[in-house]
Nanobody
Framework: VQLQASGGGLVQAGGSLRLSCAASGFTLDTSAIGWFRQAPGKEREGVSCSGHVGSTTNYLDSVKGRFTISRDNARNTMYLQMDSLKPEDTALYYC??????????????????WGQGTQVTVSS
């Protein structure tokens, strides 16, 4: 079971990035998916998550209207589209999954599988 995150980088404020996270060893179509981030000196926080049915989706207040979580079941890959990026979005971003779950939670301890981080840096 593995999650492989990619897509981070350096971008100017106002720009966009799309993070990807490919799953192997299990299928995302019956899993809850989530994205988290951790800035230096801060705790890891939930950015967005979605249950496998897709009816349960939520976002951190500070990213609502700017970030969009999605999945491509055919590619077994989840995404986080990040628009109108701000310097305060700078962090190491992690993907997560929990198998066989129709709901999701932005609580870090709820999740079963984690990808490695991908760095997002937003310059002002």
């Amino acid at each position: 079971v593995q999650l492989q995150a990619s897509g981070g980088g350096l971008v100017q404020a106002g720009g966009s990035l799309r993070l990807s996270c490919a799953a192997s060893g299990f299928t995302l179509d019956t899993s809850a998916i989530g994205w988290f981030r951790q800035a230096p000196g801060k705790e890891r926080e939930g950015v967005s998550c979605s249950g496998h049915v897709g009816s349960t989706t939520n976002y951190l207040d500070s990213v609502k209207g700017r970030f969009t979580i999605s999945r491509d079941n055919a590619r077994n890959t989840m995404y986080l589209q990040m628009d109108s990026l701000k310097p305060e979005d700078t962090a190491l971003y992690y993907c997560a999954a929990k198998r066989s779950s129709t709901i999701c939670s932005r609580n870090v301890r709820w999740w079963g599988h984690w990808g490695q981080g991908t760095q997002v840096t937003v310059s002002s």
